[in-house]
């Protein structure tokens, strides 16, 4: 697999300007950008050159339940560094992202060792076409015949295997997968008494979707977060533009999501949500560990003032070369 530097770059790692409320992103920006250069310059650009760099990435982890009841209930099947989420029910089940290239198995080994079949696995569904999150979903959709939904914003990228940067650029080389429906924004995904509402949230990619659930835990109800990203990552926000519109993308998410604080945020990079610390409460057998009202709004905020940062400095860098 061949990819330029800006491609890489562009690749939307969510890493470089993505965090919880700590540590704060720029401590962790340089480090996961060195990584990325490192490949670059060592001409490591397969797999091994991620699986060596990013090692979290390729860090198993044993699938466990997040919260929920049996059916309905939510299950964590990713690895250390990226989040892939399993939802069974009565008649069939769901899966939202399938990793890197290869984890397509990994995903479906997973949701094996938490005693059910694969094959059930009716729906996948996808928070963006970025290598990351959709490298493992023909794969997947191979193991388990299930239909994938996405929207019509990254279904060209699904399709075709990469990510569309402009007319006239592509990045993020991923096995193509066909997309056999497109969820619009606001629109539900129901199967077997489970229902989530996708959320158009773009700007880290033209088609970036957010989902929503309610789980039940007991007595109890909680509205359940899967957000796609906001982060700037590589984009290029000007001069030109990563796409036409990009800049407006990415506020209208801001708008649509500066109410929104969920009972349980969860995301494609577990470190985005804190899952270490979540998990170990789990552990000690607190079975509302990944309660947190307050983690949305805390990261949604730090999204929007790191998006204003790289705009500005963007625009500054633009202006000084067109001078």
Known sequence: MTISKRGL???????????????PVADTQPDTLSKIDTMIDSGELD???????????????????????????????????????????KDGHIVIDGGMPGQGRYVADAITKLGYDPQDVKILLNSHAHLDHSGGLAELKTLTGAQLLASEG????????????SEKESYLNAPPVKVDAIIADGK?????????????????????????????????????????????????????????????????????TKDWQPDIF??????????????EKLDSGDPLAFVDRDGFPVFIAKMKSDFEAALQKQMLKHNAIMN
């Open 154 to 165: 990254d279904r060209s990228a699904l399709e075709g295997g990469f990510y569309l940067g």
């Open 266 to 279: 969860l995301s494609n990079h577990p470190e985005f949500f804190g899952m270490a610390g979540k998990q």
């Open 188 to 256: 539900t995904v129901s199967l077997g008494g489970v229902t989530l509402t996708a959320h158009i949230t773009p700007g880290h990619s033209r088609g970036c979707t957010s989902w929503m659930m309610d789980v039940k835990q007991g007595s109890e109800s909680f509205k359940t977060l899967f957000f796609c990203s906001a982060s700037v990552a590589a984009n290029r926000l000007i001069g030109p533009p990563q796409y036409e519109g990009i800049v407006e993308d990415y506020r209208k998410t801001f708008a649509i």
């Open 47 to 89: 797999m091994s050159g991620w699986q060596k760099n990013m090692p979290d990435w390729f860090a198993s982890v044993e699938p466990f339940k997040v919260i929920g009841e049996d059916q309905g209930a939510v299950y964590f099947v990713g690895t250390k560094g990226l989040g892939m989420y399993f939802i069974p029910t």
């Open 9 to 23: 770059l562009a690749i939307g790692l969510c890493l470089a300007s993505c965090t919880t409320a700590a540590p």
